[in-house]
């Protein structure tokens, strides 16, 4: 097998057993950049130089049996807003072409400290919102690979590193994972610091994590979790259920209304013969109803979004409008013209919100959707609908994103599993159940996109 086709934790594996050197392992996927990059522009920046340093010492250390931690050696991308000492961080914009902090964020210090080796720094789309970047979709270069996480969606799915990390706001890691075919995680907000972090919408952003196996992504978050899920209170006073599946068979609760009403045709059918395979393999699935409130989640979302980011770019936008995108121009106007008094009212209707949702997982242990209308969309013009992924994220339900088919156009189709907050481990759990259910096992083929 090719070192660009191993898993992180297999070739975390190999780098511990002597099989694989770091400084080798590196070396295939710069070379897999070098092959395939001008094509998918899924890095803003590589330091190689600093990049095969960084793998020679991993390399030294591993050769006496020392080992920073359980990602010695590994190679990951990192989203292009997350601050890395010494490297570039543009956060998609000319208004930061050449800064480069002078400290890390504290994420990407931890997964240092777990022993991994910064790839690079994976392509944002401005500032994080809608307007598109460069990065195109490995499975065909026709089309979008979701955003904002471009980069790091389809650099894990391209073998140009094994796993990335990136953040949601609304939909950028869940629907750029679904439109690559790669596994993701958004756990609970506080799990993952954004301390560093360049944000669009605080009490919104969540920190998110790539990469191609449900074990992979569990493998990074041991690393990058500043919190051990379940050491909090619920959030809510009303908060979900902690209790685990009754005699270790999962509760899954299939949401078909407003979710299977923007879904395509296609999507329906592939999440409908998902949840019956589960049935048939030991899972209790049921329907859930959704609470009326929800009827207000798009617009809750709209509002705390809009008026976030219009007070985070207020500065930078006065000095320099011309140089952001229509989509985020558009957001951060809308924004300035909201009364305190409506976003107040939204906030407190968010709370209303996540109380009446997480009621929701006193019948069930997790919730199953769509992760996506459909397939990616052809063209690069659009990074897609994030309508499937912003409900979790308001709700603050740790959520997962799996591949589960193939449409009929070749591209992948994802499946999203929410679970209550701080409930990781037992979502991890039920992730690797399912993903052996399902059993996909392709991967792109660019030589023929």
């Not at 989640?297 to 936008?317: C, D, W």
């Not at 709370?351 to 769509?370: E, I, V």
């Not at 052996?436 to 392709?442: I, K």
């Not at 991967?443 to 023929?448: F, G, L, N, S």
Request: aromatic residues 6%; proline residues 7%; glycine residues 8%.
């Amino acid at each position: 097998m090719n070192p660009e086709d191993l898993s992180l934790l297999e070739a975390a594996s190999a780098i511990r057993s002597g099989t694989l050197s770091p400084l080798e392992y590196v070396r295939s996927l710069l070379a897999r950049i070098d092959q395939l990059d001008s094509r998918v522009q899924a890095w803003a920046t590589v330091d190689r130089e600093a990049v095969l340093a960084e793998a020679k010492q991993c390399e030294a250390e591993a050769r006496q049996k020392q080992f920073r931690g359980p990602l010695h050696g590994i190679p990951v991308g990192i989203k292009d807003i997350f601050y890395t000492k010494g490297l570039r961080t543009t956060m998609g914009s000319v208004l930061f072409k050449d800064f480069v902090p002078d400290r890390d964020a504290e994420a990407v210090s931890r997964l240092r400290n777990a022993g991994a080796i910064i790839l690079g720094k994976t392509v944002t789309t401005m500032f994080a919102n809608l307007d598109p970047g460069p990065t195109r979709n490995p499975w065909n270069l026709n089309h979008t690979p979701g955003g904002s996480s471009s980069g790091s969606a389809a650099a894990v799915a391209a073998r140009m590193c094994p796993a990335a990390i990136g953040t949601q706001t609304v939909g950028s890691v869940g629907r750029p994972g679904a439109f690559n075919g790669v596994v993701t995680i958004v756990p609970t907000q506080k799990t993952i610091s954004l301390n560093g972090v360049f944000p669009l919408a605080w009490s919104l952003d969540h920190a998110g994590i790539f990469g191609r196996s449900v074990e992979d992504v569990e493998a990074m978050m041991d690393s990058l979790a500043q919190v051990e899920p379940m050491d909090h209170v619920a959030q809510w006073e009303t908060g979900p259920s902690t209790s685990t599946a009754p005699s270790g068979k999962f509760r899954i609760g299939i949401v078909r209304d407003f979710f299977h009403e923007h879904a395509t045709s296609e999507t329906r059918a592939t999440i409908d013969a998902l949840a019956h395979k589960l049935a048939g393999s030991g899972f209790e699935v049921d329907e859930a109803r959704l609470p009326e409130v929800f009827a207000l989640s798009q617009p809750i979302l709209r509002m705390i979004v809009r008026t976030e980011a219009a007070s985070n770019h207020e500065k930078l936008f006065s000095r320099a409008p011309e140089t952001y995108g229509p989509k985020l121009r558009t957001l951060i106007e809308t924004g300035m013209l909201v009364e305190g008094v409506d976003y107040l009212r939204a906030s407190r209707l968010r709370t209303r919100y996540q109380r009446a949702m997480a009621k929701l997982f006193d019948d069930f242990d997790a919730l199953l959707t769509p992760a996506a209308r459909g397939t990616a969309p052809e063209g690069i013009g659009s990074t897609g609908d994030p309508v499937m992924n912003g409900p979790w994220t308001l709700a603050d339900f740790p959520t997962m994103t799996l591949p589960c088919a193939l449409g009929g156009n070749g591209l992948p189709l994802g499946v999203q599993l929410s679970a209550p907050p701080f409930q990781e481990r037992s979502l991890l759990e039920l992730g690797k159940i399912v993903e052996a259910v399902v059993g996909f096992n392709s991967k792109p083929d660019i030589t023929a996109a």
